[in-house]
Structures are given as structure tokens and as C-alpha cells.
């Protein structure tokens, strides 16, 4: 079978870059060796930003354009995006008061037109802000971005991506790829050989290794692999607000809300040679504990810590001495296509989750030009699955607590915002807790499962408990091996 694109990587660029090519009509597969989002892109922030941090080296026009995308991105999964307050307690240790002042000043001017607050002083009528600091006087200043539930923004570029026309193979395998005529010809862990005019290298952390072992193509450009690290403790405060919190070391730290009974906290930079290194050190918990610790009331042990994650960011190698100063800039190297005949290999490097649907555009904008497919622009505008909610969540939850009046109040808005406007499909016609099958614990019902597998491409109880439904955090180990123990008892 031959495709118009071979996409290589299941995280937020490759899914992305697959809902915009088959938005355009052009025959599209993806491949992903694990599951979707199974590595960086589910180890994120929770983030959609512009990367206040970033204007300090000069990064205006990324800023900007983060900036853009993510109204862009507010408006397409209101579900899965939401607005939050950011709290920036000032001490001198980083940076002077006056530079911090100036540089919200320009965050908020670079966004442009905005339908987010923007930044306030930190005055006395904000106990809520003060109240959880071990300093609740301290100046500061307070602004907008948005949390995102990252892996989800993954599945739900996936989902319109299929819904369009293209095929997403999970846990398939590129083995090898070697031009031949106008084609590439690989080879699939799945047995399969397939043809195709383009192919999109999105492998992230691994994106020269694909490029050097499978395709053997030589590349100029090159990665650097930094590890983030987040840790999950029982709620600091209360609240729906965030903080960014200045270390001594010139790098910041952030703490929000998870889940509503969690504080999520990270990340940390570490420079790693191996893609795979993606293994959280003492070291790193500590530092995330200290971070937190200087500025808020409550303190936070390593003991505290109920869950913790890392994921290897594959970012632009600029030359930049620290991983923090690495641009967060994404390039796209394109080989082939134009008058050399050969077919075309497009490689990402870098990127954020934020700019992935421009990233996305830019890409296909490239591949259209030089594998001449035809097809235009078209994600701007569109909404992604399950966020035909209208622009108030609140409203749409009002309506959901009347349509499934059986559901608690709490897995009723954890749905809402997992599933947005397909919570419908995910509940069916079911009129009572009875009808929603087996009950795993945590709100996990055995329609959801089943939902998820049949539609959202779970295999496992990993893929289901901490990237589609984050129910690892409610549900206790011998609830989760009943679930293992019940998936593994089907043939799906």
C-alpha cells in the first residue's frame, strides 16, 4: 500500500503533523513502537504557555508565537485547556523587581489581542495568593497562561486525525526505510511493507537515532536531550491558582494543582546523553522539594511525594552552554523532494507542546511544496474532538450534571473535562451507575474501559490509568492489578 505520508512517532508533533495532512486529504499512517504519548509528551508541564523564562535570552518571536497558538489552542479544546492565574512571588536572589515588571509588561503585550487577564501587582486584596507563602507579604505579581491535560491533547489530535482518514498504528515499529524510486519503502514490526511519497520523522528524543539506524540519512543537525522532572504531592494550598516560583540558580519552578487533591511540582533540566534516560534521580526530588519549600508555608518532604514522572526533551542543539538557555525553537530539516527526484524526509526537532499545531501547519506547508500534494491550511480555525462545548466549560458541566445525574459530582467533572463533548459516546445510553458495567475503583467504570479501547487505541492498564484517564492517582495497587488481571482476560 502506498502513502502519501509515513509519519514516525506518536507524540504531540507526529499527531499533530497526521490531523493536518489527513485534514488536507492525503492518505496518512502513523507509527508509534509504544503507545501515544507514552514518553515526552505525557511528562510535560501540563502547559500551554508562551514562556515567560524565555524572553530573558531573547526569544521574542517564540514568545510570540507561543503567545498566539495559545488562543488558538484555548478555543479549540476548551475542555482540555483552561485558563489558570499564575502567582510570581518576587525575591531580589534572581532578579531585580524592576526587570520582572517589564518583562510581564512585554508578555502581555507580545500576546496581543488576549481573552486571558492580564498581569496585576500582587496588592493586599489577593489573601488567596498571600495566604499559602511563608512570606504572605512579599511583592509579587500575578498573570495568565493555561494548564493542559498533555497526553489527552495527544489522543484527541489522534482521534480527528482518524476521523479524517488516516491510519494510527500504536505499538508498531519502523524496522528500516531506504528510498526507492519516488518511494520510500519500510518495513513495519507489524509485518507489513509499505510505500510512501513522504516521511515524517517525529520520533523526538530518538529523532537522529531513526535518522542514522533506520533511514540512514546523514543530518548536520543535532539534538540535545534534557530530562524534566516533576513530583506529585497531597495539596500545598488551596486554590485554583499556580505559582512560579525563582530559584537561586536563575531557573524557576513551578507548583499547580492536579487533579484537584495534588500539587504538581517541576520541572528540572538535566543534560542526558540517552534518549531513554528518562529515570527521575534523589537528586532532582530534593531540589523540586527545596524549590517549593523556600516560598510556601507548608513544607514538602521527598516522604510526601505520592507519584513522580520524567520525560527527555529532544530540543534544537543551538550551542547554548546550559540546558536551560537551549532554544525552545523548533526546526524542520527537509531532504529530497524539489528537482533531486528523490522522496522527501521531513525530521522535527524541537518543538513544545504549545506551538505543536503551527509546527504542524509549517510542516505540511513544506511537504505540500516539495512532494507537490495538494491541499491547504485549515487547523487555525477548527476544533479538536470533544471541544464543541461552547466557550463555558462551566455551562457545559451544568449540562452534564443534569444529562447523567447518577454520576458523582467528581467523576462527573473529571469526564467532562477528559472527554468534553464525547463524554456521550463514552456513557452511552446508560441511565444508571448499574448500566456502566464493573466499577475498577476511583470512578473507573467498565464502559469507560471499553470506550477507550475501542476507540482511543488502550492496550494496557498503563495506557489507561496514567495517559487516557489519570486514574493511577485514585486508585489503589490491588485496584489496578484488578484491572490488569481483567484486560488481560480479553481479546480486544
Known sequence: MTYDLLIIGGGINGTAIARDAAGRGWKTLLVERDDLASHTSSASSKLIHGGIRYLEYYEFRLVREALKEREVMLRSAPHLIKPMRFVLPHEEMARPFWMIRAGLLL?????????????RKLGKANP??????????????????????????????????????????????????????AAWTAR??????????????????????????????????????????HIIVPRLYAGDHAYILQQPDKRVVFAMPYLDRFTLIGT????????????MTTDEVDYLCKSVNHYFAVQTTPDDVVS????????????????????????????????????????VFGGKITTARALAEDAADRIAEAAALDGSAWTRE???????????????????????????????????????????????????????????????????VDYLIAEEWAKTADDILWRRSKMGLAMDEDEQARLETWLGERVY
Request: hydrophobic share 35%; with cysteine.
Open 188 to 229: 513495519l514490526s507489524d509485518g507489513r511493507s509499505v510505500e510512501a511519497r513522504t516521511i515524517v520523522n517525529a520520533a523526538g528524543p530518538w529523532v537522529s537515532e531513526v535518522l542514522g539506524d533506520k533511514l540512514g540519512v546523514a543530518s548536520d543537525a543535532k539534538v540535545r536531550l534534557v530530562r524534566g522532572s
Open 308 to 347: 513522580l514522572y520524567s520525560g527527555v526533551r529532544s530540543l534544537y542543539d543551538d550551542g547554548a552552554e546550559e540546558s536551560s538557555e537551549v532554544t525552545r525553537e523548533y526546526v524542520l530539516e527537509m531532504d529530497g523532494g524539489d528537482e533531486s527526484g528523490a522522496p522527501t524526509l521531513l525530521s
Open 268 to 279: 528540572t533540566d538535566v543534560a542526558v546523553d540517552d534518549p531513554g534516560d528518562a529515570v
Open 107 to 119: 508578555y502581555d503585550f507580545l500576546g496581543g489581542k488576549r481573552t486571558l487577564s492580564g498581569t
Open 382 to 448: 477548527a476544533l479538536l474532538p470533544g471541544g464543541e462545548i461552547g466557550g463555558d466549560f462551566d455551562a457545559f458541566f451544568e449540562a452534564v450534571e443534569a444529562d447523567y445525574p447518577f454520576l458523582d459530582w467528581a467523576d462527573a467533572k473529571r469526564m467532562a473535562r477528559v472527554y468534553g463533548s464525547r463524554i456521550k459516546d463514552v456513557i452511552g445510553d446508560a441511565r444508571s451507575l448499574g448500566e456502566l458495567g464493573e466499577h475498577f475503583g476511583g470512578g473507573l467504570t467498565q464502559r469507560e
Open 128 to 181: 488567596q495568593y498571600r495566604s499559602p507563602l511563608a512570606n504572605p507579604d512579599v511583592k509579587g505579581f500575578a498573570y495568565s497562561d493555561c494548564w493542559v491535560d498533555d497526553a489527552r491533547l495527544v489522543v484527541a489530535n489522534a482521534i480527528d486525525a482518524r476521523d479524517k482518514g488516516a491510519e494510527i498504528a500504536t505499538y508498531t515499529e519502523l524496522l528500516s526505510a531506504e528510498r526507492s524510486g
